[in-house]
């Protein structure tokens, strides 16, 4: 969904202005604020201004790339002739060349929709600009040759490499794949990575991958341990590497060497081999980078280090928000830093308490299992342990061990469960067949609380550990759910718990009272009965998959919910979610605490309607699956 503009700043002087007001309007105005007031005041005289009565054209079909207006007073109308659809815009919002979406450039006309004035920006001004100031440009993302995407050299302080999120990882190669046969002599292997210094090659044996080696390879298996320097170099080499296909987005690879630390990937064009990335390549000389990031949370050896280094994540968001980054990849993004901070508490747990005496999987439940965390979120997490657990021998280890990790998270900014659902307590740190008759309670006999602990103990995701434990629980947990009519009718009652606060003729209800009196709540109101109804649908289809987009995608085929409707949910949970980070977003810049609070004054007019839209796909698709209860569908 295009956005026309977010900048909307409703202290601006609703009288008509003269020239010498354009530098308090520039002053006041979230966007160009940005700039000190040296350059405001050299950029004011460069707006034009023009007066208009109501129903003057203002700019034709066609013709809103020529010229930026920002509506000093009055109002006006973007309006597709064609469509017969139009837009309101008030004083403070902006449009044409770089804030009105690029494909309505050519099919929007401008027209005074009340008597107004217009200051007026040449293309060139702002494209000029934007290039020199590069704070300025991450909110004109449609503006040619200055996008996030194309901003990202001259903006070395935003954190992270602004198109990663959409590149092919092929645009990040920068030569040919160093290769050598694997029965090359470790020696010579090194002699040729000094002369060519590169940092890894690939061994090939008939044109396929064999393995990979690195410098850390070299460090840690040559010289540590004294091997004969004669030997094969596949003798040290990672064997059967994680690939990357060269077409996939850059986003993916580096999801993939966070959640794994590794900083060397081979790329393959089919079978053929591409080339090879590293992590400076993905994210050089960004410090907030999450490839960056995590490897250096996985260096820490306490905690200490850990607290300084999560402490970057809200900055993470801030710089994702920045870069336009879609909510889906965000909540992945952050969430693989939560995974990192949790491994390598985990880490350093063993490493105090030595190892553990029988298998165990640490699993995330909640936003984390389902991959949608922002900066501002609480643990929700549990522990399954093998079946040879014996609390009399293995207790204390276990229980110290949890609380290590629980406390250390809480120390990182992950605050402890409000409701205890941690694997420090004692419930939540079982056996397997324990968690096995838990979910078999929960599912045969759904009381409230059993409803309760099923939305959160439902949604999980393995850290770390024996994977194992948690796959054949969830197995028999999706086969003892799907098709379990009492069930189902008890988690659809729940699911409507939640409803979007639209009123009797289709407004957008505010929080009448309270701390957050006047704002909408997006989380409880929007996004948490999105992740609701996925679930619902994922356990009566017997879905495994465990984030939400993917839940509604997977669900379609199902027969749960149409294809239209499981897009219509998609669409609406990431306009929802991208709302709440970049407000998120905005509040942490501004140095206050992230809420999931918005004042509508916030949004434009076209953002507005884009939420009461989303508010009404929720609100409908409820109605649809209440509907179907009632009539004992289940």
């Not at 659809?85 to 770089?98: K, P, T």
């Not at 027209?111 to 020199?132: F, K, N, Q, V």
């Not at 002599?185 to 060519?196: E, F, N, P, T, V």
Request: hydrophobic share 40%; with cysteine.
């Amino acid at each position: 969904m295009g956005v026309f503009s977010p900048w909307f700043h409703p202290a601006m002087n609703p009288e008509t202005p003269t020239t010498t007001s354009v530098l308090p309007a520039l002053t006041s105005h979230r966007v160009w604020n940005q700039l000190d007031p040296a350059a405001l005041a050299q950029l004011a005289p460069q707006w034009q201004l023009e007066t208009a009565e109501v129903g003057t054209p203002l700019l034709p079909q066609g013709r809103l790339h020529s010229r930026t207006g920002l509506i000093l007073s009055g109002a006006v109308d973007l309006h597709d002739p064609d469509l017969d659809m139009a837009v309101h815009l008030q004083a403070g919002e902006m449009f044409g060349f770089g804030a009105t979406p690029a494909q309505h450039l050519t099919t929007w006309q401008a027209t005074a929709a009340t008597d107004c004035c217009i200051a007026w920006l040449a293309p060139e001004t702002l494209s000029a600009l934007c290039r020199d100031h590069s704070a300025l440009a991450y909110f004109f993302p449609s503006l040619p040759g200055t996008s996030q995407a194309g901003n990202a050299t001259h903006a070395p302080d935003s954190g992270v490499h602004l198109n990663l999120l959409g590149t092919p990882v092929r645009s990040l190669i920068k030569r040919e794949p160093i290769t050598l046969p694997p029965g090359t002599s470790i020696q010579a292997a090194a002699r040729k990575m000094s002369d060519l210094r590169v940092s890894s090659v690939l061994l090939v044996e008939q044109d396929h991958l064999f393995g990979l080696v690195t410098d850390r390879d070299l460090r840690n298996r040559v010289v540590a341990q004294g091997l004969d320097i004669a030997r094969p170099v596949s003798d040290i080499a990672t064997l059967a590497p994680l690939t990357m296909q060269a077409q996939s987005p850059a986003f993916e690879a580096l999801l993939l060497m966070a959640r794994h630390n590794i900083h060397h990937m081979p790329v393959l064009d089919g079978t053929r081999i591409a080339g090879m990335i590293t992590a400076t390549d993905l994210a050089e000389q960004h410090s907030t980078s999450p490839v960056y990031l995590a490897g250096d949370i996985y260096k820490q050896p306490s905690l200490q280090g850990l607290v300084q280094a999560s402490s970057r994540v809200r900055q993470l968001q801030q710089h994702l928000a920045a870069a336009d980054a879609s909510a889906y990849s965000t909540g992945h993004i952050i969430t693989t830093i939560t995974d990192a901070v949790t491994t390598r508490l985990i880490h350093l747990a063993e490493a105090e308490l030595g190892p553990p005496p029988v298998d165990y999987v640490w699993v995330a439940a909640g936003s984390q299992a389902r991959s949608e965390q922002t900066a501002r979120t609480d643990q929700d997490n549990c522990l399954v342990l093998d079946d040879r657990y014996d609390e009399a021998r293995h207790g204390e280890y276990f229980r110290a061990f949890s609380r290590f990790v629980c406390d250390g998270l809480d120390a990182c900014g992950y605050v402890h469960c409000p409701g205890e659902m941690m694997a420090m307590t004692d419930k939540w740190r079982q056996p397997r067949q324990r968690w096995s008759e838990y979910f078999r309670q929960w599912v045969d006999k759904p009381e409230p609380m059993a409803l309760m602990l099923t939305c959160v103990f439902f949604d999980l995701r393995a850290v770390h550990g024996k994977l194992e434990l948690l796959d054949s629980l969830r197995q028999e947990v999706l086969a003892r759910t799907r098709g379990h009519s009492l069930f189902l009718a008890h988690m659809v009652g729940n699911a409507l718990k939640h409803r979007p606060p639209l009123g009797l003729f289709g407004t957008i209800s505010r929080i009448r009272g309270g701390d957050n009196a006047g704002t909408v709540d997006l989380k409880h109101s929007g996004i948490v009965p999105i992740v609701d109804l996925a679930r619902v649908y994922a356990l009566a289809g017997g879905v495994a998959a465990v984030n939400t987009h993917d839940r509604l995608e997977q669900v379609a085929h199902t027969g749960e919910v149409s294809e239209q409707s499981a897009r219509d949910l998609r669409d609406a949970l990431e306009f929802l979610s991208k709302l709440r980070i970049d407000h998120q977003a905005r509040q942490m810049t501004q140095g206050h605490k992230p809420d999931n609070f918005l004042a509508l004054e916030e949004l434009s007019n076209f953002e507005r309607s884009h939420l009461k839209e989303a508010f009404s796909v929720v609100q409908t698709l409820q109605g649809v699956l209440g509907q179907r209860y009632q009539a004992g569908r289940y």
